[in-house]
């Protein structure tokens, strides 16, 4: 459907409009919206939104109460305003970095690895399950192992072995990824 002529004519002075408003107090409203923002591209975005609201409302343009330029600085205040309002009202996001673990938004992928895992080592016979225990989950080396079983060394080593491949047999094909356990899966 075309638009009548009148109407497009009104659209074409309306944008001449805004770039008139843009030639005469862009800049001037760019520098008081990064001086309210802290920040150049926010301020554009301001700035963009500003105008925006003026080409919505062409009847205040036309004849502002006051100055023009005064009307635009309250709009632009008004729209940081809202933002930051906003912002505030809204938890804080928080940006995943290398430093920091990603935010899990499910733990439910987490809780079932645990079930299979603490039903695989249910599996395993006790001296074995007590190795993986020591070694995987308590984060100890084979000698701290050792010690703490009461066992040689090269005894805790043959026993994570065995274990280990016995978990391989039983949950062949299986994705396990859990606590410690990544050998399992492989």
């Keep these: 459907m075309a638009m009548p002529r ?3 004519r009104q659209a074409m002075s309306h944008e001449a409009l805004i770039r008139a408003i843009y030639a005469e107090h862009g800049r001037a409203l760019l520098a008081y919206a990064t001086r309210l923002t802290g920040d150049r591209l926010a301020a554009e975005d301001v700035v ?7 080409w919505r409302h062409p009847e205040v343009v036309a004849n502002p109460q006051g100055s023009l ?4 600085m309250t709009v632009a205040r008004n729209i940081v305003t809202d933002r930051y309002r ?4 809204r938890p804080t ?8 673990a990603p935010v899990e938004r499910d733990h439910a992928e987490s809780v079932v690895d645990s079930v299979v895992l603490l039903d695989a080592l249910e599996r395993l016979k006790p001296e074995h399950r007590d190795v993986l225990v020591e070694i995987y989950y308590r ?3 084979a000698s ?3 010690g703490r079983l009461g066992i040689p060394e090269g005894t805790v080593k043959s026993r994570a072995h065995h274990a280990l491949k016995a978990l391989r047999k039983v949950y062949a094909g299986t994705s396990v990824r859990g606590q410690g356990l990544k050998e399992v899966a492989v």
């Design 48 to 54: 963009q939104e500003t105008l925006i609201r003026a």
């Design 86 to 89: 906003a912002r505030a009202a």
């Design 139 to 141: 984060g100890r080396t």
């Design 144 to 146: 701290e192992a050792a």
């Design 69 to 72: 330029r005064g009307w635009l």
């Design 93 to 100: 996001e928080v940006a995943e970095t290398e430093s920091t």
């Design 6 to 8: 009148s109407r497009a």
